[in-house]
Structure formats: C-alpha cells, structure tokens
C-alpha cells in the first residue's frame, strides 16, 4: 500500500477510534501489523494526527468553550469550575506521561498488548456497566474536585496500548457517579490538553526528522489529520446518542472479539 492510502487509511481509524472506548492508538497498533509498515517510521504521524479528531470537538462544542472562556474573563463560578476540573484532570497524565515517557514508547511496538488489553477492557466495561450506580452528576462544572482528580489518575491507565484513553474516562467517571452523557463529554473535553501535549512532545522530539523529510512528512501528516477530523464529526454525534440510549456494552463486545480475533492472528502470523 503506498503512502497515500496509508495515510487516508489511519485517519479513518483514528477519527473512527480516538471517542470510542476502543482505543485509537490501539487499532493504530494492529493496523500496523496488519498492513506490516514501519512502525518507527509512522510513529509521530500517529499521534500527531490526533489533532484532526481534537479539532472536530473544539468544532462541534465551539459554543461551550466559547461560553467558558467569556465567563472565565468575567470571573464566572461555572467557567472557573469548569476549567478547574479539566486542568486537575489533566495533571496526572501530563506528570506521569512525562516520567514513563520511554517505557511508554516501548509499549507502543507490541501488538500483542493491545490485543490482551482489548479484551480485558471489553469485560472490565461490562462489570462497571453491570454494577455502576446511575450517576447523578450532571454538567462537567458539577464533578467536585476529588473527583476530576480521580478521573485524570484513572485516564493514566491507557498509558496501556489498548486500553483506550476514552474507555478510561468515561468509565471512571461514570463508576464516580457521573451521568454517562456528561462523562463522555468530559472525556472529549479533556482529550484537548492530553494529546495537543502528547504531540507537543512528539513534534519537538522528532522535529529534525521531519524538517528533513525523514519518516513521514508533514504533507502525509496533514492528509491524516484532515481525515480524521472529517471521521471523528460523524463518529462523535453518533457515540453520544448510542451512549445515551444503549450505554457502553456493544462497545465491551466490540473489544472482546477484536482483541481475540487479533490475539488469534498474531499468535498464528
């Protein structure tokens, strides 16, 4: 597959992906395998092009953060609860990001980990479906602090390939008494800070490659990027309403069988 269609090709998966409580950079990972590219060679694309899907939030909740940020400058109790509650949530992914940075790194070529992941996700969701509370905490301004802290520790866990950002999130705040629309929309919410800091320091460290067209380039960045962002529009508006009338559990059956499915194949390639 040349370059081109690769690029396409992973921008559908990450803007499909990135919201789901499927893991985007998982899927990343078995599409890699699958298609038996070099992974060093796609690694800051595939996180780089997270931005696409980032920018389709901003998009589609351009009137919240516009509320926020006008009720920030007039020293607003809901703006500043609100902001409060994304940076707490977003302190412990950034310190432990950071330190486990190359342990991380080292995660990220072993498709073998997202397959067991994937599924232990997928039962993990269903228990906390089967045995959560109906959550009572509506609007993100609402999560009391120790709770917008619990929720960044708990996103931490998909440090994990396969264990999905997203999935993390929601399920940890909905197991902290979260309504489950509320949840997602934290979750998309706080991806902003998590991965515009996650390619901040993907860029910086491989700037001098990509300035000099080693692995690949901008152009093809920017190609997955636009793709993702056009996917992740769609995907956003369908995953809300699904999670408000059906919960999580297709998606818990989804990770069971994609993860076994890949378990089998990559124990047999």
Known sequence: MDTTATAVLLGIVEGLTEFLPVSSTGHLILAGALLGYDDEQWKVFNIVIQLGAIAAVVVLYWRTFWAVLHGLLKREAVSIRFARNLILAFVPAAV?????????????????????????????????????????IVGVADIPLSRSLGIGVIQCLAMIPGVSRSGATILGAVSLGVERRTAAEFSFFLAIPTMLGASAVEIAKNREALMSGGGVGFQMIALGMLVSFVVAIVVIKAFVSIVSRRGFSPFAWYRIIAGAAALIWLLNK
């Not at 479906?129 to 009572?136: D, F, I, Q, S, V």
Request: net charge neutral.
């Open 96 to 136: 432990i990001g950071l330190a486990l940075h190359k342990q991380i790194e080292a995660l990220l070529g072993e498709p073998e980990v997202v397959a067991v992941a994937l599924i232990l996700g997928g039962f993990a969701i269903l228990v906390i479906e089967r045995l959560a509370k109906r959550g009572h």
